[in-house]
T-cell receptor, first 116, second 114 residues
């Protein structure tokens, strides 16, 4: 069975600083996609960044980047130059290709507070 | 293009009542799913559908029914509401042939069962 684990229930960062959210996963599959989703107070789920397992290069989207360590099964999210609008719940998730319908599996989430 | 829509946004039920959460998408996506979000547990898959007339159970299906008569609609039925079903419910869809595997989520329904 595949699992996604986020061990930090809450994190905080000062505005303009950098913060890293941790995520580990467990799978026996060799092919998979990993995602970070942001959920602001509006409840809307917003895709932040995506990483394909076969790509060695870490994905980057503006101030958001990942550190993908395939051997360690680690997928952390780095937010640079944090802004007040980054305050949200962040979910790590994965799709692990094992044939048939490939389900999106979520971690428990990390609540990020941004202090001015 | 409205994306994924859900109604209602909020609902309060008494134990034993039944109701249907509505979900619709206008992107012609084959795949649709229902998740529930609970504190400390992330989102868990309740039921999913890979096309009209085809549904299957996810991780936490007990107490819920689904059907998919059209590509656009995927309602979730609570047969006899229980306090344990107090949660936030999300509907999502994606294109079967999407190379990105990105799911598009609705705005969610907050359900309270008293």
């Amino acid at each position: 069975a595949q699992t996604v684990t986020q061990s930090q229930p809450e994190m905080s960062v000062q505005e303009a600083e950098t913060v890293t959210l941790s995520c580990t996963y467990d799978t026996s599959e060799s092919d998979y996609y990993l995602f970070w989703y942001k959920q602001p107070p509006s409840r809307q789920m917003i895709l932040v960044i995506r990483q394909e397992a076969y790509k060695q290069q870490n994905a980057t989207e503006n101030r958001f980047s990942v550190n993908f360590q395939k051997a360690a099964k680690s997928f952390s999210l780095k937010i640079s130059d944090s802004q007040l609008g980054d305050a949200a719940m962040y979910f790590c998730a994965g799709v692990f290709f094992s044939g048939g319908y490939n389900k999106l599996i979520f971690g428990a989430g990390t609540r990020l507070a941004v202090h001015p | 293009n409205a994306g994924v829509t859900q109604t209602p946004k909020f609902q309060v039920l008494k134990t034993g009542q039944s109701m249907t959460l509505q979900c619709a998408q206008d992107m012609n996506h084959e795949y649709m799913s229902w998740y529930r979000q609970d504190p400390g547990m992330g989102l868990r898959l309740i039921h999913y559908s890979v096309g009209a007339g085809i549904t299957d159970q996810g991780e936490v299906p007990n107490g819920y029914n689904v059907s998919r008569s059209t590509t656009e609609d995927f309602p979730l039925r609570l047969l006899s509401a229980a306090p344990s079903q107090t949660s936030v419910y999300f509907c999502a869809s994606r294109n079967r042939d999407s190379s990105s595997y990105e799911q598009y989520f609705g705005p969610g329904t907050r359900l309270t069962v008293t």
